[in-house]
Every structure is written in C-alpha cells, then in structure tokens.
C-alpha cells in the first residue's frame, strides 16, 4: 500500500527541506542551476520533483512528493499530486510575494487536490500571519487547517501530517 | 410566552436611544417577551460591549462582538440593527430557557473580551495580588506560569479581578500569546461549555482551524477540527468521529470559540466536500499515525 502527501508551494519555501527532515531515505533530488535568482537567491532549485519515503513495514510506504515550485513546470503538478492523500502547502512569510503566491497555489491545487485536504505551513510565520491567512481563506469560502511550520522541524512536520490523516481517517468515518 | 428583562451595559448613547424603538418593532416576531431595564436593575439578560462592565446581577451576560459572530453577523455593528437585535434576543431565548440559574458567565469569555478591547487595561486578582495585561495579543503577568494563571482565572469570577489604574505596578516574569491561554481556559469550562454548545438541534461550523499540536491537544481533537471544518456538523456527529463525550466535544466548541475562532452554527447537514476516494485503509493510516508516535 503506498500513501502519498505532495508538498507544494513557491520556490524556496521549504519543500525540499521538509523532505529532508522526514523522509528515512536519502531523498532523490532533481536540482538544477537557479535562474530566478531575481526572485529566490539560491544557487539550485528544483527542478524536476522531489522525492522521499517514510516506511510503515508491512503495511507499506509513504511517498513524499515535492513538486517544482516554479510556475513554468505547472504542467506536473496534476501528474505528481494524483491519488494524493493531502497536500501539505508552504510558504515562507518573509517572501514578498507570499500572499500572491498562497492565492496562485490555492487556486492551481485545489483543481487537483480537494481543499478539505490541504494544510498550510507557514515559515518565519507570526500570528498574525495566520490570521491574514485565514481571512484570505474565509473570503474564497475555504476552510483550511494553518499552522506556523520550520521545514526543518521535524515536530512541525508531524502536526501538519498529523492533520492530514485526520482528514483521511473522516473521509471514512464519513463516507 | 415567557417574560425576560435585560439592560444594556457599555454601550453608546445613541444605541441606548435606539434600542426602545427597535424593541418596540420586533416585538411581534420574538420568542419571549423582553422588558428593557435600566443599568442597575437586576436582570435576566445584559446585553454588554466591554467585557470590564458586565452586569454582575444578570444571569445571563451577552457580549456583543462575541455573540455576533456566534450568530454569523460578523463585527458589532454601531448602532447595533434592528434584525441583529431581534436574533439576539431570540438566541439569550434559546439560552436562558436552557442555562441553569447558577451559570453566570465565562472567564474565557471575559477574558477574550478584554483582549479584543486592546485597551491593554491592567486586572488584578485581589486575593492573590496576581495581575494581567492583555495588549497585542500578547497577556502579561507575575504568575508563576501559565497553568497556575489558568487555574486561578478558572476558579475565580469576574468580581474578583479589579481593573487597576496604577500600571507602575506591572512587572510582569511571564508573556503568554493570550489566544493559547484562552484555548486553555476554555478547555476547562466544561459546564459552561455544555449548557452553552450541546444542543440536540444546532450544526456547527468551524471557520478556521486550531493551533492543535502547539495549544494544549489531543488526538480526538484533530478529527473534530476535521469533522467541524469540513462540514457543518451536530455534537452527535463529533461524538461519533471522535469517540469523545457530548461534553468534551462541546468543550472543544467551546475552546474553539473563546480563541478568536470563528465557529457558526448552521440549519442543515450539508457536505460541501466531494472527495475522490484515496488510496488507502484505516489500518494503514492507523499505522502510520504509529510510526508518528501519535
């Protein structure tokens, strides 16, 4: 049985690092020169995905799954995030194009992955972060669990997985 | 038709001025009859804007920005609308025909209240000399730590925290984000919660979600989160997800609530979600919350 939770998100917002931290093998990487360093100033990005795995034995494998943030390879984004259980969402807060970037992000996924679920991890995020998140999900008529998350943390990484099996575990309490 | 007297308390001339005519026009759409009194009369229901001048002679205290929302009208509108008054009434209806004589209020409710004011005015507990502060969200005290703070706000009623105008007195040794603290608090206030959120007839619907895993939490709690921000839902329908009580998924509501979370209460159980069907078991998810350790 393979699960599989996709990270999405811009350009350095933590999506391969967060792998990093949980997967338990050495995640495959597909990083390549970096040529919007206009935008993000880091020397590689992805560029194909990112791949991890967290092993549950017998009962088989969680697939982690980073997409390329870069908008010119939203073409894999629907082939990556199928079958997904969830989709976990970063952005980082001291990026000045956070905001835009949550309502491109939202709007691009929620086509592929239902916004039930979604969960939102904000980096070098505040309250009141969190409350501006919000609003901005109350005024599309969305409901999505966010939480201030380090990509390096590991126990922030567990909250946000955490909450993605509780939406899969209601999905068959419910249906 | 029952009879309930209620006084206003905080707010402004004007809706004072207003609140008679406007009485005087949903009259024939109320549930109860309702006699508006004076400030120090003792009263059924105190309909209040700030927290720090509740009516202690009421059984039962309404606070405006908080009810609102409750309510699904968003921010206290001033002055305060004809429609908006009659639901409230109707709702203080709903709850004094349902709350015991003995519940009064709730500190977290109060305590939520004075932070929203952001008027950052100081309270002292006059027993304890233990004081707090709540500006920018953020809560300042000389209690020794948060669950000491807790506890004694819990056990302790509105009377005895007097506001102070002697802010030379504030050196606080701890700052809590006051949004933790209220979930806390709120947790605790389990019979209030229960009069208050566990009704057969209502479906509830949260807005946004909990900082579960930061504020104090446990794993039934993230399928309620679950449960009440996908869907509006009854208290039976989180009782059965969560395998929690009536009264420990009221609590959440409640908790919820007393946060700054928007929680709205709906007429009709309708799944807006259309999920596909995922790849997967409980038992695999259930193994994979182990490999967690959750």
């Not at chain 2, 929302?69 to 349902?98: H, I, M, Q, W």
């Not at chain 2, 929203?116 to 730590?145: E, I, P, W």
């Not at chain 2, 959440?252 to 929680?263: E, I, N, Q, Y």
């Given at each position: 049985m393979l699960l599989k939770v996709v990270f999405i998100g811009p350009m350095g917002s933590g999506k391969s690092t967060a792998i990093q931290t949980i997967s338990e093998i050495k995640p495959v990487k597909t990083e390549a020169r970096n040529t919007e360093r206009f935008k993000v100033d880091k020397p590689t990005t992805t560029v194909g995905m990112d791949f991890g795995e967290i092993n549950?034995?017998?009962?088989?494998?969680?697939?982690?799954?980073?997409?390329?943030?870069?908008?010119?390879?939203?073409?894999?984004?629907?082939?990556?995030?199928?079958?997904?259980?969830?989709?976990?969402?970063?952005?980082?807060?001291?990026?000045?194009?956070?905001?835009?970037?949550?309502?491109?992000?939202?709007?691009?996924?929620?086509?592929?992955?239902?916004?039930?679920?979604?969960?939102?991890?904000?980096?070098?995020?505040?309250e009141s972060d969190i409350d501006?998140?919000?609003?901005?999900?109350?005024d599309e008529g969305l409901t999505m669990p966010v939480f201030c998350s380090d990509p390096r943390s590991e126990q922030d990484l567990t909250i946000l997985l955490h909450v993605l099996i509780s939406n899969a575990e209601l999905r068959f309490l419910l249906d | 038709m029952n009879t309930y007297?209620?006084?206003?308390?905080?707010?402004n001339d004007a809706n004072r001025e207003l609140v008679p005519c406007q009485l005087g026009i949903i009259k024939p759409y109320l549930t109860a009859n309702w006699v508006l009194c004076s400030d120090n009369e003792q009263v059924d229901a105190c309909i209040v804007n700030d927290a720090s001048t509740a009516a202690k002679s009421a059984v039962l205290t309404i606070p405006l920005v908080?009810?609102?929302?409750?309510?699904?009208?968003?921010?206290?509108?001033?002055?305060?609308?004809?429609?908006?008054?009659?639901?409230?009434?109707?709702?203080?209806?709903?709850?004094?025909?349902?709350?015991?004589e003995d519940i009064h209020t709730s500190m977290a409710e109060w305590l939520s209240l004075i932070a929203?004011?952001?008027?950052?005015?100081?309270?002292?507990?006059?027993?304890?000399?233990?004081?707090?502060?709540?500006?920018?969200?953020?809560?300042?005290?000389?209690?020794?730590?948060?669950?000491?703070?807790?506890?004694?706000?819990?056990?302790?009623?509105?009377?005895?925290?007097?506001?102070?105008?002697?802010?030379?007195?504030?050196?606080?040794s701890l700052e809590l984000p006051i949004t933790s603290l209220l979930w806390s608090l709120g947790l605790k206030e389990r019979t209030y919660a229960t009069q208050k959120w566990n009704k057969p007839d209502t479906l509830y619907r949260l807005l946004s979600w909990p900082q579960l895993g930061h504020w104090e939490s446990t794993a039934p709690m993230f399928?309620?989160?679950?449960?009440?921000g996908r869907k509006a839902a009854s208290i039976k329908t989180g009782v059965l997800v969560s395998g929690l009580s009536e009264e420990e998924v009221s609590v959440?509501?409640?908790?919820?609530?007393?946060?700054?979370?928007?929680?709205n209460t709906e007429k009709e159980e309708t799944d807006s979600v259309t999920q596909p069907p995922i790849n997967a078991s409980l038992s695999v998810l259930q193994a994979f919350k182990a490999k967690l350790g959750l």
């Open positions: 549950l034995g017998e009962h088989g494998k969680v697939a982690l799954y980073g997409v390329p943030g870069q908008r010119r390879f939203d073409f894999m984004w629907p082939i990556i995030t199928k079958g997904a259980m969830g989709a976990i969402l970063l952005l980082d807060c001291s990026q000045d194009s956070c905001w835009e970037d949550f309502k491109y992000f939202v709007d691009a996924f929620t086509k592929f992955v239902d916004p039930s679920s979604f969960v939102v991890a904000l980096n070098r995020a505040d501006h998140c919000n609003q901005l999900l109350m | 007297t209620f006084s206003l308390s905080g707010l908080h009810e609102l929302r409750l309510l699904d009208k968003g921010e206290f509108d001033s002055p305060l609308r004809v429609l908006t008054l009659l639901e409230l009434l109707n709702y203080a209806e709903s709850c004094l025909s349902s709350v015991p929203m004011s952001g008027s950052g005015d100081l309270y002292f507990h006059a027993g304890t000399q233990t004081f707090m502060c709540v500006l920018n969200k953020v809560l300042r005290t000389n209690a020794a730590d948060k669950h000491e703070l807790v506890d004694l706000i819990f056990n302790s009623s509105i009377t005895d925290w007097k506001k102070s105008e002697d802010v030379s007195i504030l050196k606080p399928r309620l989160a679950s449960l009440y959440f509501l409640h908790a919820c609530s007393v946060s700054g979370l928007k929680v």
